[in-house]
């Protein structure tokens, strides 16, 4: 068995779902790991990872509609507002979605279902350098 | 440290909380892992994966209400409704929940807790069969 | 390849985020692990496991109050209540975060973004001891 490690940058240009799918499976094809698992953690709190539909857009919108009514912003009650309304909501909104990811990989690619992609799901107003680290345990 | 790997299968009759534990175990016996990691991973974005309460059926019957309430169906903001007024609802709390899960092996089975249960959560409307990719890793 | 293994327990007084990263970096630095992947795996179903912001006390209220105005107590609808109105809510709440989580180690630690603390979300009104199983895959 062989490991295998990256960190791939995200940048944002504010809230939103940002997809890295291609950039995950660059890096295992260059790597030659035909079978495995693929770990994704993110180094942030106020951005998270999500694996959702990746064909029709809209669905991307509605998600993030959602969570903009599920945890909204500038709510009286919240405490942690020195760094703006959108600061704890981001908290919350990736509390509720994922900062860490396993997937198997097979065929020198993530073995993602035909409708799976990965985003980067950037929680707060303003662009950000979001840093994902890669892991690959190649099992061959 | 050996690999094994197999694609299971949860049948599903509409929305609601599937369990899937003894398919997992079952599996973990025949290939004879005694002790390392399980990974699960769910190759939808319409249903999601769930460890919950095991022991009383109406613990299940709140968390599906609880997802009917947290993410409602029909709602007039959504614009993904194409494949009907369930679709991006069923985005929604696949999101909020998990589509993959790293648990340990110990035993020659899952290290859940006393009343944990792994479930297959099915968030359409319509019956559908959803593939769930078994992965692990043996230490021994 | 090497693969270590302990069981942590985190006392909790009651509702609210518990922070035990040092807890999980003391064993890695004990173990001498300098590379490799750590799991966590959380054997309840009433509390969770959660990453988020370390610096600032007010984010974690938060988070607390959120979850409490999200999956609230005491519902009229809520049929699992043999054991008091907080126990079908804290399955909620443990549903909507995370009961295992893979995070990198490098350099003899987690890997955690500069803000990142892991914490034991108690979604109970009562104390309990919970036990979090740590697993660790050492790849040097």
Not at 28 to 39: C, K, N, Q
Not at 112 to 138: D, K, M
Request: aromatic residues 10%; hydrophobic residues 35%.
């Amino acid at each position: 068995m062989e490991w295998y490690k990256d960190t791939l940058e995200v940048r944002t240009r504010g809230k939103g779902l940002y997809p890295f799918t291609d950039a995950v499976n660059a890096r295992i094809r260059e790597w030659g790991v035909s079978e495995g698992m693929g770990f994704l953690f993110l180094q942030h709190t106020s951005a998270s990872l999500v694996i959702s539909e990746s064909y029709d857009p809209t669905a991307r919108i509605d998600l993030e509609q959602f969570m903009d009514r599920l945890a909204p912003e500038n709510q009286t009650w919240h405490r942690h507002t020195l760094e703006g309304g959108d600061d704890s909501p981001s908290h919350m909104r990736a509390m509720l979605t994922d900062t860490s990811l396993a997937i198997p990989i097979d065929n020198n690619q993530l073995s993602l279902g035909a409708w799976q992609g990965i985003y980067l799901f950037e929680h707060r107003a303003r662009g950000h350098r979001r840093r994902i680290l890669l892991r690959c345990l190649s099992v061959t």
